[in-house]
C-alpha cells in the first residue's frame, strides 16, 4: 500500500477553492482546475517508493496478470478530480484506432510530447466516466437536430440563421448535425455579424422559462468566456445535463462535450487525447475532429450508482480500462471489504477518515488522501465514516 500525492493541473477555467478544499489543503487563490491520481507519464502521482508511472515500470505484477497481459506495464485508468469555474473547451476524444494512428503520425511529424499542436500525447483511447460530487452542468452528444431547431425557433433566430441551421429542418439525423455543426465552427469574417444577431437573442430571451430560457441561458454562459465564437452555435447542438451529487455521466470516445460548471470525480483511460474544435485558446484541429466524433444524436443517460453491499456502490460501465466505486462507509457496517480485488487500484478518500489494512499493515486515511494497492495486496478490508472513491481495471 503506497500513499499518493496527486499531479496538479493549474489551468485558467478552474476553480479557487474547490479542490483545495476536496484535498484538505489551503487554496492559494489561483485556479486549480484538476488533480491527477495516475500513473500517466507527463504527469504522474508520486508515491511513497517515487513517481507511481516509474514503481509500475520496474513492479509490473502489481497490476495484476489480466492487466499485464492486455495493457502492458501500464496502468490501464487514471483517476482525477475536476473543477470548473466556467466552460472548458468544446472537445472530443478519440477511440483505440484513431488514437494509436494519430500518436504515430505526430511522432513521424516529430512534434514533441509537450508541444500544444499536439492533439495526440499517447495511443490510447479515452472513454471517461465523471461522477459529480457538487452539482455538475455539461453539454455532451448532439440532441436530435429538429428539437435544437425549434429551441432555435422559440429564441426567433430562425430567419437570422437560416443560412447556418437551415439543414436541421432540411436534413436528418447526422448529417444535419454534421453540417450545421462545422459551418458554426466557420463563422468569421463577413458572416460574424450572425453572432452579434445571435447575442442580441440570447439577451432577449435569457428570463424566459422552460427549454428556450435554459438554451438562451447556455449560450450566454459561453459567450461570457468566448465572446462573439461561432463555436458557441456549435455547441448549442449539444444536450445540456445537470449532474446532483453522486450522479455519473460516460464519455464514451468520439462524444462531442463541454463541461460548463462543477466539482467532480473523473475516472477514464490512461490517456490525455483532446481534439479541439472551439471554445478555447489551444490548438484547434477541425479537420481530425471530424475524423474523431460521432454525430449521430443520443440522448444522454444519467448514471445512478447501483448497491453492490451496505457501503460499495458500483457505477456500471462495460470498459475494459476501468471500473469505479464509490464508498459510503459507517460505523455500523463494520469492515468492508475493499472492490476490485486482483487488480492494482487507486482509492481516494473524498470526505471523513477511514481506516484501510491489508494483512498485518494497517493505514488511517483522513479526507483528501489516497493509496496505490497492488494487485498482489489481497483481503483489504476498510472501515470508518467517509465517502471514498476505488478505480481499478475493467478486465475481470
Known sequence: MLR??????????????????????????????????????????????????????????????????????????????LSAAHPLSLQAHPDRGLAVEGYARENALGIPLDDPSRSYKDAWPKP????????????????????????????GLNRDLASVIGPLRERKGAAAIAEVFLDALSLNGDRQHLMD??????????????????????????????PGDGAILAALLLNRITLRPGEAVFIKPGTMHVHLSGTGVEV?????????????????????????????????????????????????????????WRLQLSPDYGRVTLPGEGSARILFVVAGSASVSTGPETNTLAHGEAVFLGADETDVRISGDATAFVSASGLR
Open 128 to 155: 471517461e466516466l465523471l461522477v459529480a460530487v457538487s452539482p455538475f452542468e455539461t453539454l455532451t452528444g448532439f440532441r436530435p437536430p429538429e428539437q435544437t431547431a425549434e429551441l432555435f425557433e422559440g429564441l
Open 197 to 226: 444577431v445571435s447575442a442580441a437573442a440570447f439577451v432577449k430571451h435569457v428570463k424566459d422559462p422552460g427549454p428556450v430560457g435554459e438554451f438562451a441561458r447556455t449560450a450566454l454562459r459561453l459567450d461570457d468566456v468566448f
Open 268 to 324: 477514464m483511460a490512461n490517456s490525455d487525447n483532446v481534439v479541439r474544435g472551439g471554445l478555447t485558446r489551444k490548438h484547434i484541429d477541425v479537420t481530425e475532429l471530424v475524423r474523431v466524433v460521432d454525430f449521430e444524436p443520443v440522448t444522454p443517460q444519467i448514471i445512478q450508482p447501483e448497491l453492490v453491499e451496505p457501503g460499495v456502490e458500483t457505477y456500471p460501465v462495460d470498459v475494459e480500462e476501468f471500473t469505479v
Open 4 to 81: 499518493l500525492s496527486g499531479a496538479p493541473q493549474r489551468f485558467a477555467w478552474g476553480t479557487v477553492d474547490a479542490i483545495p478544499k476536496l484535498i484538505n489543503q489551503p487554496s492559494d487563490g489561483q485556479p486549480y482546475a484538476e488533480y491527477w491520481l495516475g500513473a500517466y507519464p507527463l504527469a504522474p502521482a508520486v508515491s511513497d517508493a517515487g513517481p507511481l508511472h516509474e514503481y509500475i515500470a520496474a513492479n509490473p505484477q502489481v497490476l495484476g496478470r489480466k492487466s499485464e497481459l492486455s495493457f502492458g506495464a501500464q496502468l490501464p485508468f487514471l483517476m482525477k478530480v
